[in-house]
C-alpha cells in the first residue's frame, strides 16, 4: 500500500520560512508526478506546486518565487519562504503513477489518487 506521511507544520509569521516534509512508502511507479496541495477552511483543494519522475516543476502563480518543492530519495518536501497570511491551511502530499507527455505535472487535485492526512500551517 502507498503511504505518504506529511510532517513539518506549525505556525510561522509572515515573512517566516517553514519545510514541509513527506515521508512515501509503497509508491513504486517508474513515471509519476509528486505534488503539495492546501486547503484552507471553506475553500477547496488547491494545489501549490508539482514534481514529475522528469524533474519538471510546476507552481501555482500564487507561490512562484517563494516555495521550492523538491524530492530526495523517498522524502517530498516543500519550503516556504516569506509566506504570507493567504498561505495559511492544511497542507496535503499527493501521489499518481503517470505519464504526462511533456505536459507539466498537474496541479488538479483529481489527478492524484493517493494522499496523505495532512499537516496544518498557521500563519499570524
Known amino acids: 500500500d502507498v503511504q505518504l506521511v506529511e510532517s513539518g507544520g506549525g505556525s510561522v509569521q509572515p515573512g517566516g520560512s517553514l519545510r514541509l516534509s513527506c515521508q512515501i512508502s509503497g509508491f513504486t511507479y517508474i513515471n509519476y508526478s509528486l505534488a503539495w496541495f492546501r486547503q484552507a477552511p471553506g475553500k477547496e483543494r488547491e494545489g501549490v506546486a508539482s514534481?514529475?519522475?522528469?524533474?519538471t516543476v510546476h507552481y501555482a502563480d500564487s507561490v512562484k518565487g517563494r516555495f521550492t518543492i523538491s524530492k530526495v530519495k523517498d522524502t517530498l518536501s516543500l519550503q516556504m519562504n516569506d509566506v504570507k497570511p493567504e498561505d495559511a491551511g492544511l497542507y496535503y502530499c499527493?501521489?499518481?503513477?503517470?505519464?504526462?507527455?511533456?505536459?507539466?505535472?498537474?496541479?488538479?487535485?483529481?489527478?492524484?489518487?493517493?494522499w496523505g492526512q495532512g499537516t496544518q500551517v498557521t500563519v499570524s
Open positions: 499527493a501521489a499518481e503513477g503517470a505519464i504526462y507527455y511533456g505536459n507539466p505535472p498537474p496541479l488538479e487535485h483529481y489527478e492524484y489518487s493517493n
Open positions: 514534481n514529475d519522475s522528469d524533474g
